[in-house]
């Protein structure tokens, strides 16, 4: 299985802030990445997809990149609603596998 | 607007076989993969398996041996058996639909039924 490690793994911020996420995979994935976004109580919800390709619906904000191993997300300015948990995924190959998330909280 | 549905049982005894029901509204079953999500409470997400309207599958290895994905593409529905439970299996369950064309850009989600296996 392809393993991916998400940095960091918690974070704190506030609103306004510009914050970058990390993710990476333990080998080359090209661009087989997606990113969701998981609130308390939610079912996560798909912001990118194939490394920067922004989901319908999903704020402008919300920007990333990266391909082979290293990936990134950049949210440009924090709101209020951005504080959750992000997840980034291989969809290279099959068992699709999730990094352990990284938890953006209010500072 | 496509709206995913989990339905069954949110208490599951040891050994026993955990089954689940995906009811898809708002567009048809047909074209799209299917997918079964657990996340164990306060831990990450584990991908189970897919399935395609046409009933071809794919399953997580470290569970292929316990889980069927199984369709009903006149009931616009797809389900989930997980057998031999153990604690270790409880979790909240989620289906989604894959964008169409793949299997992992998992763009619509239930929202999610916790399954508590427990004696």
């Known amino acids: 299985d392809i393993q991916m490690t998400q940095s960091p793994s918690s974070l704190s911020a506030s609103a306004g802030d510009r914050v970058t996420i990390t993710c990476r995979a333990s080998?080359?994935?090209?661009?087989?990445l997606n990113w969701y976004q998981q609130k308390p109580g939610k079912a996560p919800k798909l912001l990118i997809f194939?490394?920067?390709s922004l989901q319908s619906g999903a704020p402008s904000r919300f920007s990333a990149s990266g391909s082979g191993t290293d990936f990134t997300l950049t949210l440009s300015s924090l709101q209020p609603e951005d504080f959750a948990t992000y997840y980034c995924?291989?969809?290279?190959?099959?068992?699709?596998?999730f990094g352990q998330g990284t938890k953006l909280e209010i500072k | 607007q496509v709206q995913l549905q989990e339905s069954g049982p949110g208490l599951v005894k040891p050994s026993e076989t955990l089954s689940l029901t995906c009811t898809v509204s708002?567009?048809?079953?047909?074209?799209?993969?299917w997918t079964w999500i657990r996340q164990p409470p306060g831990k990450g997400l584990e991908w189970i398996g897919y399935?395609?309207?046409?009933?071809?599958?794919n399953y997580n290895p470290s569970l292929k041996s316990r889980v069927t994905i199984s369709v009903d593409t006149s009931k616009n529905q797809f389900s989930l058996n997980l057998s031999s439970v153990t604690a270790a299996d409880t979790a909240v369950y989620y289906c989604?639909?894959?964008?169409?064309?793949?299997?992992?850009?998992?763009?619509?989600w239930g929202q999610g039924t916790l399954v508590t296996v427990s004696s």
């Open positions: 080998q080359s994935i090209s661009s087989y």
């Open positions: 995924q291989q969809s290279y190959s099959t068992p699709c596998t």
């Open positions: 989604a639909r894959g964008q169409r064309g793949s299997y992992t850009n998992l763009d619509y």
């Open positions: 194939a490394a920067s």
């Open positions: 399935i395609y309207y046409t009933g071809s599958t």
């Open positions: 708002g567009d048809s079953i047909s074209s799209y993969y």
